[in-house]
Every structure is written in C-alpha cells, then in structure tokens.
C-alpha cells in the first residue's frame, strides 16, 4: 500500500478530532439539558425532589414554592431572578411552580432559563382545588355578592379557592412530599437585601417552626368568625396543645381577636407543622365551617392563628434580616449591620411601626390552662 501524504494525514487527523469534539458537545449537552430541565414528567424519575439539589452534601430537603398562572410569568421571573441574585446561586435549592392548570411551555422555558437549579411544574390536583365540601354553591354566591363591595376580592370566588388551598393541600402536593422545609414565594415581589446565610438551616439549628417578614393586622370584615370558629377547636381538642402557647399574640387577655397575622406571601415552615395531626384537624374543623367561603378566610390569619396556638414564641422567627416588599407593604431592616446588605426604597419601615410587631415583642408564652381559660370566656 502507498504512504499517505502529509497532507491526506492532516485532514484525516482534523477529521478526527472534529468527531471528537462532537462527541463530547453531545455529551455535555444531554447532561446539562436532563440537569436544567427538572420537571415532573421529563425530570429523572427516581430522584426524589428532597434530594434533587446541586450541593446535597450541605443543602436540607427543602424548596422554593409558588403557586402560580401562566399569565404571571413576568412577575415570577422577576422574583426569580431577585432570589437567585440575593440566594439561591449559592445553594442551588429547586423551585416547585404549582399551578391549577398545565403550565405553558413559554412559562416552562421563562422559568428554567434563570436558574441552575432544578425546577419542577406541577398541576394541582382536582380534589385539592374546588368548592369545599361542606358549603353550597347558592350559600357561597349569595355571600360573594354580599361581601363583592365589603373588603378586596370580596367578589372573588378563585381568591377563596386559593385561600383554602394554601391553607390545607400546598403540603399535600406530590411534589413536595420529600421536603422537610418549604419557602413559599409569590410573583411581583421584591427581594431588598443579601442573603449571605442559609434560612433553611438556621431554622433547622435553632429549632424553628415557622418564619415570617411581616405581620400586619387582618381586615376585620374577612375574619368575623375566625376566632369564634377556633375557640370551639381548642375546648373540644385539648390534647393537641403544647404546655405552652403564644395564644396571646392573636388573641388578648380578654379573649379579644387581635387580628394579627404573619403574611404568608412569604413564610418559610419546618413542614412537619402543617402535616401534624394537630394542624389536620384544625384546617378540617375550619374547612367544615365555611369560612373560607361565606366569608374570606386567608391562609395567613389561618397559618397565623394555628402556629400562635399550637406552636411556643421560641419556635417563630422574625427574618428581620431579609428585607422584602409585597404589593400592600414593605420591609426593609434599619440596624446598620443588616441595611448595610440590603437596596430599598421609601416606605419599607412599616414593622418597626406595625402594632404586631410590637405586639411579638411584648407577650409571650401561657400555659396550656390559659389557654383553655381564654377560649371558654363569653364573646364580647
């Protein structure tokens, strides 16, 4: 056989290495691509969302939650893209976008584009998402047009459903089933300071049970049987109390409804709370009232109430630190250690005027007797 040229060898050795290099392309490509997609029907399946996170040597089992629409993509990436920048490139927890109806694929790639971390879609379930059992659709219409001019989605019958669901099924989704904690985040939402920390695993060290940024006070209008409705709860299960309570921040020494709440736009839960058989049976007596329909019971005086009853102080944190803004108020830290991480704008003082706030610093614990004292005591 005749020699090669040199000059056949060159391009027989280019030829070569370009295969090589496509080989490696393809490779890399599909690996990126199984890692960045993370949804629950393309995502690898026997990796459970708990485990699923970029550093699981350090990370907890836990994620970042919304429920949301197609139509606030805008928004969602939005706040996305704050808590990447202020967080999450650092610890890579997954993102959890839960919706009523299929996610579109416009929404699907708005989300996946912005983060290294692995993002899930899923759609709720039906029997998690509709009119509550225990109400009928002529008692609820009749109470929408009732409430239509009372108080902000007064009329709004998708508000209510939302209320309910954030109240007693977001932790029942499938997607979450392997996460010990969960940060709930919303869209159109702003995220005013670096978070140089891990929340999760501050809460975990400090023994935490629930996290909040702002508690301001409910609309009395959406809450004017709340209170009521509880007190026949704790008479009728006092084993589900702890020795001590932190009752006394929504409800006074009068057995007077303070109407305190901690806003649950943003709240990051050890999520064995809310699957305790205590916080099931409260959300089922809730649930069997109607209140979340008749009148407009939110998922924040409801998270708020269940955590003051069956939680202690110690175990609720005021993430002073984390400087944040829905669309009603905003918070913005002032001791200089912390407002030195943190980009606001005017009017982000309203906890250190907010009478919650003040109200969290000043009660503290009773014991379970109390507690029981408090809820048999005649309406005022």
Not at 346 to 372: L, P
Request: glycine share 6%.
């Amino acid at each position: 056989m005749a020699p090669m040229s040199p000059r056949f060898k060159r391009l027989l050795v280019a030829v070569v290495t370009l295969l090589s290099m496509f080989a490696v392309y393809r490779t890399l490509d599909i690996n990126t691509t199984s890692r960045s997609v993370g949804t629950t029907d393309t995502y690898i399946p026997d990796v459970p969302v708990g485990q699923n996170v970029t550093n699981s040597g350090s990370n907890l089992r836990a994620a970042l939650v919304a429920l949301v629409r197609n139509s606030e993509l805008s928004g969602m990436r939005s706040t996305v893209r704050q808590l990447e920048d202020r967080f999450n490139n650092r610890h890579g927890y997954p993102y959890i976008f839960l919706n009523d109806e299929e996610f579109t694929e416009e929404f699907k790639d708005g989300m996946r584009s912005l983060t290294k971390a692995p993002v899930y879609f899923g759609k709720l379930p039906k029997e998690h998402w509709g009119l509550s059992p225990y109400v009928t659709e002529e008692k609820v219409q009749e109470a929408l047009e009732h409430n239509r001019d009372r108080y902000l989605y007064g009329g709004s019958y998708s508000y209510r459903l939302m209320c309910r669901y954030q109240s007693g099924f977001v932790y029942k989704h499938a997607l979450l089933k392997d996460l010990d904690y969960y940060w709930r985040i919303e869209p159109d939402v702003h995220y005013y300071c670096d978070i140089p920390y891990d929340p999760f695993k501050y809460m975990k060290d400090n023994k935490l049970i629930y996290g909040y940024t702002i508690s301001p006070v409910e609309k009395a209008e959406t809450v004017e049987t709340l209170w009521d409705t509880t007190r026949k709860w704790i008479l009728e299960n006092p084993d589900y109390l702890q020795d001590k309570s932190f009752i006394h921040w929504v409800v006074n020494e009068k057995s007077v409804y303070t109407r305190c709440h901690f806003w649950s736009n943003f709240e990051i839960v050890d999520l064995s709370f809310y699957r305790s058989e205590a916080y099931e049976s409260y959300f089922q007596h809730l649930d069997r009232a109607g209140g979340f329909f008749y009148e407009r019971w939110g998922d924040a005086p409801v998270h708020s109430m269940a955590a003051s009853i069956l939680l202690r102080k110690e175990q609720i944190h005021w993430f002073e630190d984390i400087g944040y803004h829905h669309p009603g108020y905003s918070h913005c830290p002032n001791k200089p250690e912390m407002a030195a991480r943190c980009v606001c704008g005017g009017g982000s003082d309203y906890m250190y005027r907010s009478m919650c706030n003040r109200r969290f610093g000043e009660v503290g614990n009773i014991y379970k007797d109390q507690v029981f004292e408090l809820a048999a005591m005649p309406d005022k």
